[in-house]
C-alpha cells in the first residue's frame, strides 16, 4: 500500500511520473529498511548487554576492519546510486525541450493568468495532450510557486524574472494546479485546473478563447464570461455580498467615497481607469489590492462596463 500509485501522490499523469515516482519509493523504501534494521539492532544489543549483577564489561576493541569497511561500502554505492538517477531526473525535467509549445504564466495577488502565442488568455490551463509544454512564468507582486502535483511539477515564480519549467501529459483530462508559496490573505484560494485537450479540441478552444468579444453572442454575455475569466467574480461579488472588493450589483452609476476623501460616480471612464490603474482612486474602507488589468483590450473593457450597467439595472 505504501508503495502504491496515489498513496503518497496523486495518480500521475505526465511523462517524467515514472522517473520521480519510482526514485521517491526506492529512497523511502532504503529508509524504511535502515530505519527497521537500526532499531531492531540497537534494541537487540541494549537487551542482550543491558548491565546484570555480577558481570564486568569486558574491554571494547578499538577497531573492526572488516565492518568499518562495510559500513562505509555499502551506504556509498546505494548514495552513489540515489544521485545518479536523482541527478539524471533532475536535468530532464530542466531540459526544455526545443520543440515545446509555450505557455506564458503570470501570477499574481491571487489568481493565474495563461497567455497564448494567439493573445488568448485564460485562468485556468489548456494544453494539448501528448504534445510539450514549456511554461515561462512571472510574477507582478510576490513570490508565488506553481504546482501540478500530477504531473510532478513545481517551479516558484518570481517578480521581476522569468522562471520556466516543462511536462508532458498525454490523457487528456482534468488536474488541479496550487500556488504553494504563502502569498498573502487569499492564498489559499489561489487555484486553477489544467484541462488537457486532444489537439482539435485545444486548437478549437485556443482559437476561441483568443477573441471572447468577437465569439460571444452579444457584448453583454462577453462581460458576463470576462467577469469570470479574467477572475473579478473572486474579489467582486454580483449578490450584494462584500467580498475582498466591493459588489458590483447596483454600483455602476452611483456615488462612492474614495479613501483620502472625494467622492466619484461610477461611470464607463471610472471602471476603465479602475481596470487600467486600480490604486488611483481606492474605494473608501477596501485595500489597496485589485491587481491592474492594463494589459486588457478596449473592446474586453466595454463588454465589463456593459455587463455592470446590467447588473446596476437588476436585470
Ligand atoms: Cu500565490
Request: a negative charge; one cysteine or more.
Given at each position: 500500500?505504501?508503495?502504491?500509485?496515489?498513496?503518497?501522490?496523486?495518480d500521475?499523469?505526465?511523462?517524467?511520473?515514472?522517473?520521480?515516482?519510482?526514485?521517491?519509493?526506492?529512497?523511502?523504501?532504503?529508509?524504511?529498511?535502515?530505519?527497521?534494521?537500526?532499531?531492531?539492532?540497537?534494541?537487540?544489543?541494549?537487551?542482550?548487554?543491558?548491565?546484570?549483577?555480577?558481570?564486568?564489561?569486558?574491554?571494547?576493541?578499538?577497531?573492526?576492519?572488516?565492518?568499518?569497511i562495510?559500513?562505509?561500502?555499502?551506504?556509498?554505492?546505494?548514495?552513489?546510486?540515489?544521485?545518479?538517477?536523482?541527478?539524471?531526473?533532475?536535468?530532464?525535467?530542466?531540459?526544455?525541450?526545443?520543440?515545446?509549445?509555450?505557455?506564458?504564466?503570470?501570477?499574481?495577488?491571487?489568481?493565474?493568468?495563461?497567455?497564448?502565442?494567439?493573445?488568448?488568455?485564460?485562468?485556468?490551463?489548456?494544453?494539448?495532450?501528448?504534445?510539450?509544454?514549456?511554461?515561462?512564468?512571472?510574477?507582478?507582486?510576490?513570490?508565488?510557486?506553481?504546482?501540478?502535483?500530477?504531473?510532478?511539477?513545481?517551479?516558484?515564480?518570481?517578480?521581476?524574472?522569468?522562471?520556466?519549467?516543462?511536462f508532458?501529459?498525454?490523457?487528456?483530462?482534468?488536474?488541479?494546479?496550487?500556488?504553494?508559496?504563502?502569498?498573502?490573505?487569499?492564498?489559499?484560494?489561489m487555484?486553477?485546473?489544467?484541462?488537457?485537450?486532444?489537439?482539435?479540441?485545444?486548437?478549437?478552444?485556443?482559437?476561441?478563447a483568443?477573441?471572447?468579444?468577437?465569439?460571444?453572442?452579444?457584448?453583454?454575455?462577453?462581460?458576463?464570461?470576462?467577469?469570470?475569466?479574467?477572475?473579478?467574480?473572486?474579489c467582486?461579488?454580483?449578490?450584494?455580498?462584500?467580498?475582498?472588493?466591493?459588489?458590483?450589483?447596483?454600483?455602476?452609476?452611483?456615488?462612492?467615497?474614495?479613501?483620502?476623501?472625494?467622492?466619484?460616480?461610477?461611470?464607463?471612464?471610472?471602471?476603465?481607469?479602475?481596470?487600467?490603474?486600480?490604486?488611483?482612486?481606492?474605494?473608501?474602507?477596501?485595500?489597496?489590492?485589485?491587481?491592474?488589468?492594463?494589459?486588457?483590450?478596449?473592446?474586453?473593457?466595454?463588454?465589463?462596463?456593459?455587463?455592470?450597467?446590467?447588473?446596476?439595472?437588476?436585470?
Amino acid at each position: 500500500m505504501f508503495f502504491a500509485q496515489g498513496f503518497w501522490f496523486p495518480d500521475g499523469a505526465s511523462t517524467n511520473t515514472g522517473d520521480h515516482d519510482w526514485l521517491f519509493h526506492f529512497i523511502l523504501a532504503i529508509s524504511a529498511i535502515f530505519f527497521a534494521l537500526i532499531i531492531a539492532v540497537g534494541t537487540a544489543f541494549v537487551l542482550k548487554y543491558r548491565r546484570r549483577p555480577g558481570v564486568s564489561a569486558e574491554k571494547s576493541p578499538t577497531h573492526n576492519g572488516t565492518l568499518e569497511i562495510v559500513w562505509s561500502v555499502i551506504p556509498s554505492i546505494l548514495i552513489v546510486f540515489i544521485f545518479y538517477y536523482g541527478f539524471t531526473t533532475y536535468l530532464a525535467s530542466r531540459t526544455m525541450p526545443p520543440e515545446a509549445f509555450e505557455v506564458q504564466v503570470t501570477a499574481k495577488k491571487w489568481s493565474w493568468e495563461f497567455n497564448y502565442p494567439n493573445s488568448a488568455q485564460d485562468p485556468d490551463l489548456y494544453v494539448p495532450a501528448g504534445k510539450a509544454i514549456r511554461l515561462v512564468m512571472t510574477s507582478e507582486d510576490v513570490i508565488h510557486s506553481l504546482s501540478i502535483p500530477a504531473f510532478r511539477l513545481k517551479q516558484d515564480v518570481v517578480p521581476g524574472r522569468y522562471t520556466d519549467s516543462w511536462f508532458q501529459c498525454d490523457e487528456p483530462g482534468t488536474y488541479n494546479l496550487f500556488c504553494t508559496e504563502y502569498c498573502g490573505t487569499l492564498h489559499s484560494k489561489m487555484l486553477a485546473k489544467v484541462h488537457v485537450l486532444p489537439q482539435a479540441e485545444f486548437d478549437d478552444w485556443v482559437e476561441k478563447a483568443a477573441d471572447i468579444v468577437g465569439n460571444a453572442p452579444s457584448l453583454l454575455a462577453a462581460g458576463e464570461i470576462l467577469y469570470h475569466k479574467r477572475g473579478c467574480a473572486q474579489c467582486h461579488s454580483i449578490t450584494g455580498e462584500t467580498l475582498t472588493g466591493p459588489s458590483f450589483l447596483g454600483s455602476f452609476g452611483t456615488e462612492r467615497a474614495i479613501s483620502g476623501g472625494g467622492r466619484v460616480t461610477m461611470d464607463e471612464n471610472y471602471v476603465r481607469e479602475s481596470l487600467v490603474n486600480p490604486q488611483a482612486k481606492v474605494v473608501a474602507g477596501f485595500q489597496p489590492v485589485m491587481p491592474t488589468f492594463k494589459g486588457m483590450k478596449d473592446d474586453e473593457i466595454t463588454a465589463i462596463i456593459t455587463y455592470l450597467k446590467s447588473l446596476a439595472k437588476g436585470e
